[in-house]
């Protein structure tokens, strides 16, 4: 692999983690991060949006905790698909 090659692929690996970091890992919604960030643009005056929704789920602990973590992750699926 040349240099030209590997700087290449580091490029891309730099943008698949930093998209990572972005979008929530069980939710089609963005992370922690993102909405962060969204904010100081938003602060700014440089986003396209107005406003942020940040939520929780009342009673989610229980979900789990009877149901396994596996319905959990259904439900915060099924919201994150909802809310946009």
Do not use: Y
């Amino acid at each position: 692999m040349s240099l030209d090659e590997a700087i290449g692929r580091l490029e891309e690996l730099v943008a698949e983690v930093r998209q990572a970091s972005l979008t929530d890992d069980k939710t089609p919604l963005g992370s922690a991060l993102a909405l962060r960030q969204e904010a100081r643009l938003i602060n700014q005056g440089k986003s396209p949006f107005n406003v942020i929704a940040f939520a929780d789920l009342n009673d989610f602990k229980n979900l789990n905790d009877v149901h396994g973590h596996n319905a959990g992750d259904v439900a915060l699926n099924k919201v994150g698909e909802t809310i946009p």
